[in-house]
């Protein structure tokens, strides 16, 4: 069975650009979070999406954004880019919602800003 | 709040060594804790999970971790350690009564492994 995909795996943008980042769940899950990983650091959670609605919001500026479609997946969008959105984007699926439901976490999109 | 402190950022063992990995949590609810391995360039696989059950934890690929709440402490321990071992490995945490998924991660170990 597949896995969390992501894409891009890469992607390079400038300063004030918009960028959207796409992740689709495992089969049968219904959970969508997303996190952010800086060089360095451990992740840390923007966003989980859950049977389309929001269900937790981590402490992240209005540019960040996301949703979730019918079919599960999900895109992050994030707005006017800072050179310190440059990390590794990791979304994690899982069945449901609830913090004892075990995540599966794609390998992630690694966005620069120049 | 919760949070987690991972003492040490990186640790070396030799090959075939005890591999001990550091984590103090702090919550001020039941939390559940993991561990959680990255390998270059990859996402983040789950080792093993404390929900509340068991306090000695088994997990795969040999690790094991032991709840410990007098101290605060979720340990992470191997008998010995293999040249795979070799990854970035994050403690993390999460409230036990919160209908969100949100997990806070430790800022992490480098674990390396000398033949």
Redesign the interface.
Known sequence: DAG?TQSPTHLIKTRGQHVTLRCSPISGHK?V?W?QQVL??????IF?YYEKEE??R?NFPDRFSARQFPNYSSELNVNALLLGDSALY?C?S?LG????????????TRLSIL | AQSVTQLGSHVSVSEGALVLLRCNYSSSVPPYLFWYVQYPNQGLQLLLKYTSAATLVKGINGFEAEFKKSETSFHLTKPSAHMSDAAEYFCAVSDQYSSASKIIFGSGTRLSIRP
């Not at chain 1, 919602?97 to 992630?108: V, Y």
């Open positions: 969390v959970s979070s996190y360095g650091q451990g992740p840390q959670f989980q269900r937790g981590g990791l994690a899982s919602t609830g913090s004892h439901q075990p995540q599966h976490f794609g390998d992630g």
